[in-house]
């Protein structure tokens, strides 16, 4: 069993994995994690390599820097760019490839794009600078949104002239429909976002099992939560069960968290349909600031250009999302493409598959195919 | 940036505006825990931390295991404690 040494308990890895592939037996199974960050410690512990090759992990669309469509990010850049503007933003959207570059190419061409680690921090920018008007690029799923719901409060508490938020706050659930309605995949089943269930609980899945008949459970990002979670999958396939189990229960409690959920209710609405990198457009599937706070909201504000922009011809990364490529299929993965020069989102933050794998899981194949060949397998 | 970080509450610094002031491996910032307005959050409780606000109270035990995992993720866990050491929220 390789790499199995380096878990915090390479005693309960081996069992599992055992345990797994007793009951995988020789069947073939495709179970989809949804979050980027469970893509991420599947690919830095090789876990692809350790799991019996019946089972098959495919990466879905759960890294929020990944689904920004570039029409958003030029109308980012286009803000960015307007005079007397401070743009600000989460490090990893700085290097997202917009029409005409990223916002750090608007930065090296002049214009005052700062990062920021939250939305606080932003509006901390306004209040320092109130000659000039702040802007926030928010991004995220549910996980992220509260914080944002929470500072504009904030902001229309203070009184705030000359702050605005960008907003791009996706949510989670019309995306898997959209994938359980697509006909490209045969899905056994889905691990469940960990940090998205803290927010919306583990309720608004229970679809899944009863409209789509696919067993959900919700996922620690340990590597051994993962490997826990096939098990739990596989379980329930075994005994005739479909339903959505928590596997992270230690921190996502099934009512998800009320107050954040109220919070949000409280400054955002659905949009009618928001258009996903790769995905297309999904109706309700984003947040959109609400009427009583439409003076922070930066497309009240500013008559932006909205343009939809097709992706690069090269760029793949819609298949990748959508668990349909491998991002090592992509013809530009890591020739053209790579973490350094993205042309694509899915190569820009580390929780997407194609950094994630460029970086952690490329080295686990090389050593599996190794360990294959010695062991004349 | 959909990473949790463990932290744990040293002292609340504005119960009002539901501010607390957080210690992530070692260093000090004030998050907020509005999002937790719900629950008692005291100093010594360990909370996620997502973006400058706890996301949820956490046990010791969930702390030191997602700490260690954060660890082992090298250069992402850097940039991440990087961007929290940068943070002003007061
Ligand atoms: S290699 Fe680059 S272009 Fe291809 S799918 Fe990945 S991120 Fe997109």
């Not at chain 1, 690919?43 to 669309?61: A, D, K």
């Amino acid at each position: 069993m390789k790499f199995v040494d380096e878990f915090r308990d390479p005693a309960a890895a081996r069992a599992l994995v055992k345990s797994i592939t007793r009951l995988a037996a020789d069947d073939e199974f495709k179970f989809m994690e949804v979050c980027g960050g469970h893509t991420h410690t599947i690919y830095r512990h090789g876990l692809e390599h350790i799991l019996p090759p019946g089972i098959e992990l495919v990466h879905g669309p759960g890294c929020p820097v990944c689904v920004i469509p570039m029409g958003r990010v030029d109308d980012a850049m286009w803000l960015a760019e307007q005079p007397d503007i401070i743009f600000t933003t989460f490090g990893d959207m700085m290097r997202v490839p917009g029409s005409k570059g990223s916002l750090l190419d608007a930065k090296a061409r002049g214009a005052d794009v700062r990062f920021v680690y939250s939305p606080l921090d932003a509006l901390k920018v306004a209040l320092d600078n109130p000659t000039k008007h702040v802007v926030f690029f928010a991004v995220g799923f549910e996980t992220t949104a509260p914080s944002s719901a929470v500072t504009l409060v904030r902001a229309k508490q203070l009184g705030v002239q000359n702050f605005s938020m960008f907003c791009n706050h996706v949510t989670i659930i019309p995306p898997i429909r959209a994938i359980l309605e697509s006909p490209d995949l045969r899905l056994s089943g889905f691990l469940g976002p960990g940090h998205v269930s803290t927010v919306i609980g583990t309720r608004p899945y229970r679809f899944v099992p009863q409209v789509y008949r696919k067993p959900l459970v919700v996922a620690g990002f340990e590597p051994l939560d993962i490997l826990a979670t096939v098990h739990m999958l596989l379980q329930q396939i075994r005994d005739g069960r479909c339903e959505v189990e928590n596997q992270y229960g230690r921190v996502v409690r099934e009512e998800g968290n009320l107050q954040a959920l109220k919070l949000l209710a409280e400054t955002m609405e659905l949009r009618p349909h928001f258009e996903w990198r790769g995905l297309g457009f999904i109706s309700q599937s984003a947040l959109k600031i609400n009427d009583a706070y439409a003076d922070f909201d930066a497309e009240e504000r500013f008559s932006m250009p909205g343009i939809r922009v097709a992706d690069p011809k090269a760029c793949q990364c819609g298949e990748v999302l959508k668990g349909v490529l491998k991002p090592w299929e992509c013809k530009v993965f890591g020739t053209a493409c790579t973490p350094e020069t993205p042309i694509g989102t899915c190569m820009v933050s580390p929780e997407g598959a194609c950094a994630a794998y460029y970086n952690f899981g490329r080295m686990h194949r090389e050593a599996a195919n190794m360990i294959g060949e010695t062991a004349g397998v | 940036m959909c990473l949790g970080i463990p932290g744990q509450v040293v002292a609340m610094t504005d119960v009002e505006q539901y501010l607390a002031k957080v210690a992530v491996n070692g260093v000090q910032r004030v998050i907020s825990v509005r999002l937790l307005a719900d629950q008692s959050v005291e100093p010594g409780d360990w909370v996620l931390v997502h973006v400058g606000f706890a996301m949820s109270k956490i046990d010791e035990r969930e702390a030191q295991l997602t700490l260690d995992q954060v660890r082992k993720m090298g250069a992402d866990y850097v940039n991440e404690i990087d961007a929290f050491n940068s943070s002003e929220i007061v």
